[in-house]
């Protein structure tokens, strides 16, 4: 594995574009746009504060900028470096900005909720949105950007919208048997919305897009409920984590669920478990490449390697504590490979273990036990690969063949997120 100079960054503002072509990052206030092949600097774009959030326009020839301090967002185009847009929310505040699927209008979301703005950067027109809710989730659009809903709290009781993109209009708007919503999200294909409810409550409702209610889950009741919530690619699972520390997966012809994989604290039914080993090499060991010396490491930097375990093998278990809010306990995680193929989920209260299993055996494929807490992981675009984070100097890659970790030649550790080139 080959890596690049270490480039300066702040807020884990660091972006590949949609396209793969391009790499953004911003230090501070300024926004440094590279060419992902050779890494040279093609454009940088000076803002008017601190950038809190950037983002990519879907064809890869907008970036977004905003700086949620001073109620500003600022819009730069990649054909012409000389044009700009700058959008000003005034007294009302901004909490949030992002793009809408087609990459001409950007929807700003003011303090307190009070109403979400749209943009237009081809005509200038502005349209607003009334009773946007607080909460996880409370927006999506559809994958093919012809619709989008919205959470809507008004009267003390939750309602969906859904607009069509083209023009903005309201498609539907209807009333959810939900005590208080706290996510939605479409299918792949755009055919079901699926609704949760807040953690005091287990449901998850499905939606097709005329309102009609289609199905109810519920697993349990009187305990703390849904955590996370994830569609396959494919658009034929739904799955569901629990804070009973459970993946419940729902099927799309009968919404009924089809399995569920526990996350046991004794492993003895999975074909591999890996186990991270550290070994920090002495001062004159022989076993120390030069390679490592010359990358800029230490003499003190830890190496490791993944051991295979003969089962059965004990996870390490953290005890969450009760009294405080957002307890570390329950699925936090849940990430389809892009071939539907593989789960990845996450325990938080195992929080160094990332659990892989098969979709098509719907057994438990692999675990990987790391010797840190893992912050995050995401999968290779193209194949069945996963690559995740814990905080230190390393990148872990795992795919069907096998683990391997990476030192990573930095003085630093890496931060709390890791991304795929889409050209990968």
Known sequence: MNFS????????LCKVSPDGKYLATCVQYRLV???VSTLQILQLYTCLDQVSHMEWSSDSLFILCAMYNRGLVQVWSLEQPDWHCKIDEGSIGLVSSRWSPDGRHILNTTEF???VTVWSLCTKAVSYIKYPKACQKGIDFSRDGRYMALAERRDCKDYVCVFVCDDWHLLRHFETETQDLAGLEWSPNGCVLAVWDSCLEYKVLLYSLDGRLLSTYSAYEWSLGVKSVSWSPSSQFLAIGSYDEKVRILNHITWKKITQFEHPAIIDNTKTVYKEAEKRPGVGSDEMPLHNITMGATLFNTQSKYEICPLPVQIPVVKPDPDRASPKIG?????FSSDSRYLATKNDNMATAVWVWDMQKMSLEAVLEQTSA?????????RPRLALCAGNTKLYLWSPGGCVSVQVPTEGNLGHSCLYCSKM
């Open 5 to 12: 100079e270490v480039f300066k960054q702040t807020n884990q």
């Open 33 to 35: 746009v590279r060419d």
């Open 113 to 115: 909720h009070l109403r």
């Open 331 to 335: 699925i936090s995680v849940l990430a």
């Open 374 to 382: 893992v912050r995050c992981f995401q999968w290779d675009p193209l």
